[in-house]
Protein backbone atom coordinates (compact mmCIF):
# COMPACT_ATOMS: atom_id res chain seq x y z
CA UNK A 1 0.00 0.00 0.00
CA UNK A 2 1.48 3.38 -1.37
CA UNK A 3 0.01 6.38 0.70
CA UNK A 4 0.09 9.70 -0.20
CA UNK A 5 -1.17 12.80 1.44
CA UNK A 6 -2.46 16.22 0.29
CA UNK A 7 -3.65 19.69 1.78
CA UNK A 8 -1.16 20.69 4.26
CA UNK A 9 -0.69 24.49 4.64
CA UNK A 10 -1.07 27.26 7.04
CA UNK A 11 -4.18 28.48 9.35
CA UNK A 12 -4.62 30.80 11.56
CA UNK A 13 -5.85 30.23 15.14
CA UNK A 14 -9.61 29.38 14.77
CA UNK A 15 -9.74 28.19 11.07
CA UNK A 16 -9.80 24.98 9.16
CA UNK A 17 -7.57 22.82 7.03
CA UNK A 18 -8.32 19.55 5.15
CA UNK A 19 -5.85 17.03 4.90
CA UNK A 20 -6.44 13.69 1.82
CA UNK A 21 -4.76 10.74 1.55
CA UNK A 22 -4.89 8.75 -1.44
CA UNK A 23 -4.09 4.86 -1.34
CA UNK A 24 -3.05 2.40 -3.79
CA UNK A 25 -4.15 -1.47 -3.69
CA UNK A 26 -7.16 -3.21 -4.33
CA UNK A 27 -8.19 -3.95 -0.51
CA UNK A 28 -8.00 -0.62 0.88
CA UNK A 29 -11.46 -0.97 2.25
CA UNK A 30 -9.96 -3.95 4.51
CA UNK A 31 -7.23 -1.61 5.91
CA UNK A 32 -7.91 0.42 9.21
CA UNK A 33 -7.02 4.05 8.27
CA UNK A 34 -5.91 6.91 10.38
CA UNK A 35 -3.74 9.83 10.69
CA UNK A 36 -0.83 10.38 13.19
CA UNK A 37 1.23 13.87 13.95
CA UNK A 38 4.26 15.00 14.92
CA UNK A 39 5.52 18.08 16.19
CA UNK A 40 9.31 19.56 15.94
CA UNK A 41 11.07 17.77 19.58
CA UNK A 42 7.63 15.60 20.28
CA UNK A 43 7.35 11.82 19.40
CA UNK A 44 4.75 10.89 16.85
CA UNK A 45 1.45 10.90 18.35
CA UNK A 46 -2.14 8.94 17.67
CA UNK A 47 -4.66 11.87 16.09
CA UNK A 48 -7.57 9.50 14.29
CA UNK A 49 -8.32 5.81 13.20
CA UNK A 50 -11.70 5.04 10.76
CA UNK A 51 -12.80 1.11 10.95
CA UNK A 52 -15.58 0.94 8.38
CA UNK A 53 -17.71 3.63 9.97
CA UNK A 54 -16.14 3.11 13.55
CA UNK A 55 -14.12 6.25 14.47
CA UNK A 56 -11.63 7.19 17.46
CA UNK A 57 -9.73 10.06 18.06
CA UNK A 58 -7.24 11.24 20.65
CA UNK A 59 -8.65 13.29 23.20
CA UNK A 60 -6.62 16.36 21.98
CA UNK A 61 -8.82 16.91 18.75
CA UNK A 62 -12.14 15.06 19.93
CA UNK A 63 -15.00 17.50 18.77
CA UNK A 64 -12.48 19.69 16.03
CA UNK A 65 -11.09 17.16 13.62
CA UNK A 66 -13.15 14.76 11.71
CA UNK A 67 -11.86 11.29 9.71
CA UNK A 68 -13.82 10.05 6.86
CA UNK A 69 -12.97 7.18 4.42
CA UNK A 70 -14.13 6.90 0.93
CA UNK A 71 -13.50 3.09 -0.25
CA UNK A 72 -15.08 3.69 -3.89
CA UNK A 73 -12.46 6.38 -3.92
CA UNK A 74 -9.74 5.01 -2.04
CA UNK A 75 -9.28 8.05 0.00
CA UNK A 76 -8.68 9.01 3.79
CA UNK A 77 -9.46 12.71 4.68
CA UNK A 78 -9.30 14.57 7.61
CA UNK A 79 -10.92 17.59 8.34
CA UNK A 80 -9.58 19.73 10.84
CA UNK A 81 -11.68 22.74 12.79
CA UNK A 82 -10.92 25.15 15.02
CA UNK A 83 -7.15 24.93 15.01
CA UNK A 84 -4.74 25.91 17.65
CA UNK A 85 -1.16 26.37 17.33
CA UNK A 86 -1.01 23.29 19.16
CA UNK A 87 -2.13 21.41 16.07
CA UNK A 88 1.42 22.39 14.16
CA UNK A 89 2.94 19.64 12.91
CA UNK A 90 3.70 17.23 10.51
CA UNK A 91 0.72 14.81 9.74
CA UNK A 92 1.15 11.41 8.62
CA UNK A 93 -1.65 9.09 7.14
CA UNK A 94 -1.16 5.85 8.03
CA UNK A 95 -3.09 2.20 7.09
CA UNK A 96 -2.62 -1.33 9.65
CA UNK A 97 -3.49 -4.37 7.99
CA UNK A 98 -4.96 -5.42 11.55
CA UNK A 99 -6.79 -3.42 13.91
CA UNK A 100 -4.28 -1.77 16.19
CA UNK A 101 -4.79 -2.50 20.21
CA UNK A 102 -3.34 0.41 21.48
CA UNK A 103 -2.45 2.96 18.75
CA UNK A 104 1.09 3.25 18.42
CA UNK A 105 2.99 3.65 15.65
CA UNK A 106 4.50 0.14 15.58
CA UNK A 107 0.79 -0.95 14.83
CA UNK A 108 0.74 0.84 11.27
CA UNK A 109 1.95 -1.33 8.68
CA UNK A 110 2.47 1.56 6.18
CA UNK A 111 3.09 5.73 6.01
CA UNK A 112 2.69 8.55 3.94
CA UNK A 113 5.68 10.95 3.64
CA UNK A 114 3.72 13.58 5.82
CA UNK A 115 2.50 17.06 5.21
CA UNK A 116 2.70 20.30 7.11
CA UNK A 117 0.32 21.61 9.03
CA UNK A 118 1.63 25.37 10.49
CA UNK A 119 -1.31 27.11 12.90
CA UNK A 120 -0.02 30.56 13.50
CA UNK A 121 -1.26 34.43 13.57
Known amino acids: VQLVESGGGSAQPGGSLRLSCAAS????????MGWFRQAPGREREFVAR??????LYADSVKGRFTISRDNAKNTVSLQMNSLKPDDTAVYYC?????????????????WGQGTQVTVSS
Open 94 to 110: VAASSPPRWNTVGEYDY
Open 25 to 32: GRTFSSYV
Open 50 to 55: ITGIMT
